[in-house]
């Protein structure tokens, strides 16, 4: 996400109030088919990226649905700095505590996201941040943070985007304060400071714009990324796959295949941790959107879900009234009739079930079997 989107986003997305005038929805927890068993019964987790906002606002069915169907639960922005560092010299962890304490009464486990970012930052880092404090600052937050929660998180997206080609910087790193610091040898910081404060939290890269059929550039960065990674004994474990699609581009089997194939050879584990699909260039009545989404949930699933090391498929916006339609000025988002209506739930904005959810089940239920008898 580029740095201007990515600010309208998140002013807009801090008062998502909006959800409050939902309509209650006839979804039971406790259902037998919900994606949480169907997965659970081939060993994997399913989750949800939430804001404390959304589940205070929104009526029980919302709350019923997140803790009926996902095992762990990503802090939409709970846990940014953005959240965490109103200032240089004060932490807020009141939201993220909300969130733990929420995950621990419904029996899931929440997910760290995240430690470092060269974007979705306080605006007083960027006037602090210089090469000689920037190592300081950064390894005092993760000591602080990752500290608080050791032992209680899932896991820790340490570094999040840290692959953007289009900012055309050598090795096609995600450009901004840290990397404008520190190099890319930020990443190695981040990593051994996660490791001292929290060594059994599993540590995670998070890197977007690898899954599709325009993404080979990025793969490639991506891989030579993570090689020389393990070369220097950066204590990275696994590669999240942010999965942020696009249903206007081709999945790229194949190539995906051979990506994951090598990521794995590297002994990397990996995670799928934002999966939602952009409908913006698609046209039709709701009917028809809500199928080809469907239908693409259903294609990307039959490519990642036979992996045997993907045990956690995280999901990014669990209904249509999500950060997408924040984002409609920038052009990966925005549609041809000046909507700005994307439909990329797993319910819709009164809580329905929707054809994309069964066609997640269907498609966990399917590849499980396969899983089982492997
Ligand atoms: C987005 C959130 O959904 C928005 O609410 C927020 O304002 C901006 O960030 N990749 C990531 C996530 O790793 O943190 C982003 O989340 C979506 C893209």
Known sequence: MDRRALLSVTAATMGLAALDCIAPMRLRADSPRTLKSLAAACGIKTGVACSKTSLEQSPAAFVDFVT??????????????????????????????????????????????????????????????TQSNAEKILTDHIATVTGRYAGKLDSWDVVNEPIAIWFNKPGGYYDGPWLRTLGPEYIDIAFHAAAAADPHCLRVINVHHVEQGRDAETRNA??????????????VQALGIE?????????????????????????????????????????GSDQHRDQVVADYYRRYLDVVLPVANIDRLIFWAPMDRSWMDYMCNAPRWQRSDGKCNHRPGLIDSSLQIKQSYQAVAAAIEQHGRHRLQA
Not at 92 to 118: E, I, P, V, Y
Not at 224 to 235: A, D, Q, T
Request: charged content about 20%; glycine content about 6%; some cysteine.
């Open 68 to 129: 009926g169907n996902f095992t762990l639960l990503t802090p939409e922005g709970e846990l940014k700095w953005s959240a965490l560092r109103p200032t240089q010299h004060e932490y807020d962890f009141a939201k993220s505590d909300w969130l733990l304490d929420f995950t621990s009464q419904h029996g899931m486990a929440l997910r760290g996201h995240n430690l470092c970012w060269n974007t979705g930052n306080p605006p007083w880092l960027e006037a602090v941040l």
């Open 222 to 235: 991506c891989l030579k990324m993570l090689e020389s990674l393990l070369k220097r004994n950066v204590p």
């Open 243 to 283: 999965s942020h699609l696009d249903c206007d581009l081709t999945i790229d089997q194949g190539e995906l295949d051979k990506f994951i194939a090598s990521v794995q050879k590297m002994g990397l584990q990996i995670l799928i941790t934002e999966l939602d699909i952009n409908d913006s260039k698609v046209n």
